[in-house]
């Protein structure tokens, strides 16, 4: 897991051959794209544009992916993301390979971080980092978010 501005991004690319990619749009993201899925290298990178309004982490959901990575980029509004090693979290249902998605029970988590991401940061889960998105800071607020996703794994 990984939390820093956009404006430190070059000392996190070299970490994988998209990232440089991703942070590519990022950084000419515009803030006026409508919500959707958008290919940037086909299947390998891809992003997914979201607007919402925070929730009580309590009615959130852990989550973690097998084959992508996640760039949780906030683009306006803030948010509070919890993070967990997989191993401490309790599966509550077959993985989802069309969604690349499996969702847990975090009860056993003794001290998950919490991590408060506001607008021009991002965060970088890999399929070993539960992470539970979307977490209100103070109450809800809406929020415009980019989640690009890297191909890590076959």
């Excluded at 290919?39 to 992003?47: D, S, T, V």
């Excluded at 949780?72 to 997989?86: N, T, W």
Aim: net charge negative; aromatic share 10%; proline share 10%.
């Amino acid at each position: 897991m990984i939390l820093d501005s956009l404006a430190h991004c070059a000392d996190t690319a070299p970490l994988h051959p998209l990232f440089p990619a991703a942070f590519d749009y990022l950084k000419r993201f515009d803030p006026n794209t409508p919500d959707g899925k958008y290919e940037i290298e086909g299947k390998r990178l891809y992003a997914v544009v979201q607007r919402y309004e925070t929730a009580p982490e309590e009615t959130k959901t852990w989550e973690s992916h097998q084959v992508y990575a996640d760039i949780q980029y906030v683009v306006s509004g803030r948010e509070k993301i919890l993070y967990a090693p997989v191993g401490e979290l309790d599966s509550t249902g077959p993985y989802n390979p069309e969604k690349d998605v499996e969702k847990y029970d975090g009860t056993r988590v003794q001290n998950p971080t919490a991590m408060l991401v506001p607008a021009g940061y991002f965060a970088v889960y890999l399929p070993q980092d539960g992470h539970k998105p979307g977490c209100a800071v103070e109450g809800p607020e809406p929020v415009v978010k980019v989640v690009l996703k890297i191909r890590v794994r076959d």
